[in-house]
């Protein structure tokens, strides 16, 4: 028999896979609970509704994609790097993320163990600044979103062919994203 925590843990798990696949709108209560093997009456005595099981799948979804990825003041563009891997080992993170905002949802801050991720992220950008590594020219917030979007490239991209299981293409494609981030950092001359 399981325990309260286990229990809740396969009911994230489920909805996560069905949030992930139908959205808010699209995902169905009854499939996430018999996916976790649970009734209904389980599911909402532990999440309230729908909407609230969504909120917090999103924002579990929205710490761990955050704990995987670490901007270090002395290796920013690998951040870049680490953006890459997650969104390619992990779409349901992206996935999440996309669905809320097509859902209309405001995302709050994230938060890796309990910790705004910006305040640090913008701390070490500044940082790197300081010490010579980053162009100043950059606001690091703006800086930060654009690392974001180089590391989410390919996830987001509409070419058919952007998916794929090539590993030459797959080490090929991060090199590229972290090079640009090298590029772009780099202070002027």
Known sequence: MRNRTELRGEILAAARAEFAQYGLAGARIDRIARNAQASKERLYAHFGDKEALFREVVADDNAEFFRAINLRRKNIPEFVGDVYDVA??????????????????TLDEPEADGQPVFADTIEAIRAAQAAGDVDPWWEPADLIVLLLGMGLAWANSPDPHSATGDGTVIARRRAAAIEAASRIIATRR
């Open 88 to 105: 390619r080992n992990r779409p349901e993170h992206l996935r999440m993320i996309t669905w809320a905002r097509l859902e209309g949802f």
